[in-house]
């Protein structure tokens, strides 16, 4: 069985938090925003780490309203290999041997002109019935050269 899989996301707009820390008030402010949007089948915000601090985003869609102080960004989009572990417990030197391992047996290559995303994808439901939440890792990829 894999534990790694190839994962395409499309070019898209994003709202970003802009840069900030867990507990500052702006990104508290677009965790909220964002938690208030209709649930959908996939998660749809994924963090990266940024400069001094963390980068909030989530997928834009027309129909949004979107608070003033949050801007609407391009997002390249591209191949990701995506591992799920378990948020903030993740041994990551093991994730990345697994990772390059995969990469180098099916025809990819990390790609280190975008950033690497994170996403928490159990509900709170579920967080509450096995105690801890489940953290998707985005590396983003390239085809081997």
């Known amino acids: 069985m894999q534990g790694i899989r190839i994962y395409e ?10 840069i900030g820390m867990f507990g500052e008030e702006k990104f ?9 949007q209709k ?20 997928i834009y869609e027309e129909s949004m309203l979107v608070p003033d102080e949050f ?15 378990i948020d903030q417990h993740t041994d990551v030197e093991s994730m990345n041997r697994e990772i390059n391992l995969f990469l180098e047996q099916n025809g990819f290559e990390r790609d280190n002109s975008r950033a ?11 967080q509450k019935i096995m105690g801890y939440a489940q953290m998707d890792y985005y590396t983003p990829v390239k085809a081997k050269r």
């Open 9 to 18: 996301m499309p070019e898209c707009k994003m709202v970003s938090s802009g």
């Open 28 to 36: 508290e402010r677009f965790y909220k925003w964002f938690s208030s």
């Open 39 to 58: 649930p959908s089948l996939f998660p749809k915000n994924f963090l990266l780490h940024e400069q001094n601090g963390f980068n909030w985003l989530y």
């Open 71 to 85: 801007e609407i960004i391009n997002f390249p989009g591209g191949f990701y290999a995506a591992a799920t572990d």
């Open 116 to 126: 690497e995303l994170g996403s928490v994808i159990s509900s709170l439901g579920a």
